[in-house]
């Protein structure tokens, strides 16, 4: 068996290789802060610390980078003492979490951020319906955004989590440099994979330098699903400069086609992906999709597709599904 098998040649070790992966709960105060909602919602998912690792669903680095109403923040230190008690439950309850930290870009909206969203370039965003024309970045605004993903990252350490993992999948700010469809840029940050992704290693130098030796995930869209958007082979570039870059773990979805891929429904939809990336790189891989079923996690783990299997919609249905699947190899 492989689910029960501990990960340990990583920066971050873990007891075994089943992880929950970020999910937006829209149970935080309007500010953006930590609620008894939110405590709750933790807690009952990880009681008996059958998972291995509990990633925090997506929280916004600046206010221009809202996605939705009532979501997590890590935009400003008054934050900080409501997420410690969040890494505390978790760990109280036996299992290790990393907090996911992430700007909206083009994906945000007017009436959430009062402002007009932003983003590589002035190209409307397919993964979003009704999304506005963002304006383009210009180099301050790049500069500031990675200060405040390094400010952050310094938030998310200091209240006590085991990593911080950077957003750049799902249509949001990192994934929209990183796809040739919204990427349109004809600067350093734009063109090849090369230029595409100098805004993700800015980041993750920065959050490095800001957090030491902590450990560094980063959620990828590993493909748009559309044959104008972006191909296997820069992904399997990518993976490669991000693990050069100081990235300790790689946590594979989709891009502009979010978490899903369209008509595919078979388990484990994104393992030909994170097997891809898996062979470009020698950092531990996270698959995320479709996965319902141990012995579907079982076979993407022992066909070495990933070496974490990330359980989403079937631990938010049933909260006990890590101790059902998990208790079974006791």
Same mark, same amino acid.
């Given at each position: 068996?492989? +689910?029960?098998?501990?990960?340990?040649?990583?920066?971050?070790?873990?007891?075994?290789?089943?992880?929950?992966?970020?999910?937006?709960?829209?149970?935080?105060? *309007?500010?953006?802060?930590?609620?008894?909602?939110? %405590?709750?919602?933790?807690?009952?998912?990880?009681?008996?610390?059958?998972?291995?690792?509990?990633?925090?669903?997506?929280?916004?680095?600046?206010?221009?980078?809202?996605?939705?109403?009532?979501?997590?923040?890590?935009?400003?230190?008054?934050? *900080?003492?409501?997420?410690?008690?969040?890494?505390?439950?978790?760990?109280?309850?036996?299992?290790?979490?990393?907090?996911?930290?992430?700007?909206?870009?083009?994906?945000?909206?007017?009436?959430? *951020?009062?402002?007009?969203?932003?983003?590589? #370039?002035?190209?409307?965003?397919?993964?979003?319906?009704?999304?506005? &024309?963002?304006?383009?970045? /210009?180099?301050?605004?790049?500069?500031?955004?990675? /200060?405040?993903?390094?400010?952050?990252?310094?938030?998310?350490?200091?209240?006590?989590?085991?990593? &911080?993992?950077?957003?750049?999948?799902?249509?949001?700010?990192?994934?929209?440099?990183? #796809? $040739?469809?919204?990427? =349109?840029?004809?600067?350093?940050?734009?063109?090849?994979?090369?230029?595409?992704?100098?805004?993700?290693?800015?980041?993750?130098?920065?959050?490095?330098?800001?957090?030491? /030796?902590?450990?560094?995930?980063?959620?990828?869209?590993?493909?748009?699903?559309?044959?104008?958007?972006?191909?296997?082979?820069?992904?399997?570039?990518?993976?490669?400069?991000?693990?050069?870059?100081?990235?300790?773990?790689?946590?594979?979805?989709?891009?502009?086609?979010?978490?899903? +891929?369209?008509?595919?429904?078979?388990?484990?939809?994104?393992? $030909?992906? #994170?097997?891809?990336?898996?062979?470009?790189?020698?950092? $531990? &891989? *996270?698959?995320?999709?479709?996965?319902? =079923?141990?012995?579907?996690?079982?076979?993407? %783990?022992?066909?070495?597709?990933? /070496?974490?299997?990330? &359980?989403?919609?079937?631990?938010?249905?049933?909260?006990?599904?890590?101790?059902?699947?998990?208790? #079974?190899?006791?």
């Amino acid at each position: 068996m492989f +689910l029960d098998q501990p990960l340990e040649n990583s920066k971050l070790s873990l007891k075994n290789r089943l992880v929950m992966p970020p999910m937006a709960t829209a149970k935080s105060g *309007i500010d953006g802060s930590i609620t008894q909602d939110i %405590l709750n919602y933790y807690d009952e998912k990880t009681k008996g610390g059958y998972l291995s690792l509990v990633i925090i669903e997506h929280s916004y680095v600046s206010i221009a980078g809202k996605a939705s109403k009532n979501q997590l923040s890590v935009a400003e230190d008054s934050l *900080i003492d409501g997420l410690k008690k969040l890494s505390n439950l978790i760990h109280n309850n036996g299992s290790k979490t990393v907090m996911q930290i992430n700007h909206a870009g083009s994906a945000a909206s007017k009436e959430v *951020i009062g402002m007009d969203p932003i983003g590589p #370039s002035a190209v409307i965003n397919p993964s979003k319906e009704n999304a506005a &024309v963002p304006i383009a970045l /210009d180099r301050d605004g790049i500069k500031e955004i990675v /200060d405040n993903f390094q400010k952050a990252a310094i938030r998310v350490k200091e209240a006590g989590f085991d990593g &911080v993992e950077i957003h750049s999948a799902h249509g949001y700010l990192l994934n929209q440099f990183l #796809s $040739p469809l919204t990427n =349109k840029r004809t600067d350093e940050y734009g063109g090849d994979i090369t230029g595409r992704i100098k805004f993700h290693l800015e980041i993750i130098k920065a959050i490095r330098e800001g957090v030491g /030796d902590f450990p560094i995930l980063l959620r990828m869209g590993a493909t748009d699903y559309r044959e104008d958007g972006l191909t296997i082979e820069d992904s399997q570039k990518a993976a490669s400069a991000f693990e050069q870059a100081g990235v300790d773990i790689l946590d594979i979805s989709g891009g502009m086609c979010r978490y899903s +891929l369209p008509g595919v429904q078979e388990p484990g939809y994104f393992a $030909p992906y #994170s097997a891809a990336i898996k062979a470009a790189v020698s950092i $531990p &891989v *996270i698959v995320t999709g479709g996965i319902t =079923k141990a012995e579907d996690a079982e076979a993407i %783990l022992g066909e070495k597709k990933a /070496d974490l299997v990330g &359980v989403g919609r079937a631990i938010y249905k049933d909260s006990n599904w890590a101790k059902n699947v998990m208790g #079974s190899f006791e």
